[in-house]
C-alpha cells in the first residue's frame, strides 16, 4: 500500500475516458492493491470518494462514500466498472463540490437526486442498490472522473466558483437564503 500522487486539473489523465477492468482480474494482486492504495490515498487527503484516473491509473474504478453506519462512521463502496442510471432527472440536488483534482476550490454544481448503480466490487461480485441524496452526489461525481469530466464542467454559473475559505464565510449564507440550501460539502 502507498500514498499516491493526486493528478490535479489540467493533467491530461483527468480528460481521457477510462478502460474497463476485465471481471476476472478484480480479486489479483494489481487491482486489489490499486484498490488498497486508493483508500490509504483518500483518507491521507480526507476525501469523500475517489477515482482511479485521480491517481493516474485511467481504469473504471472508483471508492465512493457518503454514508454513514448504524454509528454514525463513513461507510464506502469500491465499485468497478459502475454504470450509473439516472432516476428522476427532474429531483435535482445542488450544492458546492469539491474535489482533490481542484485542491483549494469549490463549486455549485446540480446534479440527479437519485440513482440506480450497476457495477463489480472488490471481490469481483456483481452487485445494484439505488442512492438518494448527498450518496447519489458523490457516486456521480466519482463516475464523472471515468468519463473525463470534472464538477468544474457540470458549473452552470462561474459566480458560484470560489475558494474553499471564501465559500464557507460568504457563500454559505447567501444560498441557505436563495437556494434553500446549507450544506457545502467535501465530494471527494
Not at 493526486?6 to 474497463?20: D, E
Not at 465512493?64 to 448504524?70: C, F, H, L, P, Y
Not at 437556494?179 to 465530494?187: P, R, T
Amino acid at each position: 500500500m502507498a500514498i499516491l500522487k493526486v493528478a490535479r486539473m489540467g493533467h491530461p489523465v483527468l480528460r481521457q475516458k477510462c478502460a474497463p477492468i476485465d471481471p476476472k482480474t478484480i480479486t489479483g494482486p494489481e487491482v486489489q492493491g490499486l484498490i488498497r492504495s486508493m483508500f490509504q490515498t483518500m483518507v491521507e487527503y480526507t476525501g469523500v470518494g475517489l477515482a482511479a484516473p485521480q491517481v493516474h491509473e485511467p481504469v473504471q474504478l472508483v471508492i465512493a462514500g457518503g454514508e454513514a453506519d448504524e454509528d454514525g462512521r463513513p461507510t464506502y463502496r469500491v465499485l468497478i466498472n459502475p454504470k450509473v442510471t439516472v432516476l428522476d432527472e427532474d429531483t435535482r440536488l445542488g450544492m458546492y463540490e469539491g474535489c482533490l483534482s481542484v485542491p483549494g476550490l469549490r463549486g455549485w454544481v446540480e446534479r440527479p437526486a437519485a440513482v440506480k448503480v450497476e457495477a463489480y466490487n472488490e471481490k469481483g461480485a456483481q452487485i445494484e442498490f439505488t442512492l438518494e441524496g448527498f450518496p447519489a452526489v458523490v457516486i456521480q461525481h466519482e463516475c464523472d472522473h471515468l468519463e473525463g469530466v470534472l464538477y468544474v464542467d457540470r458549473m452552470e454559473d462561474m459566480t458560484k466558483f470560489a475558494f474553499e475559505l471564501e465559500a464557507d464565510r460568504f457563500h454559505e449564507q447567501e444560498l441557505g437564503d436563495e437556494e434553500g440550501e446549507e450544506e457545502y460539502e467535501d465530494e471527494e
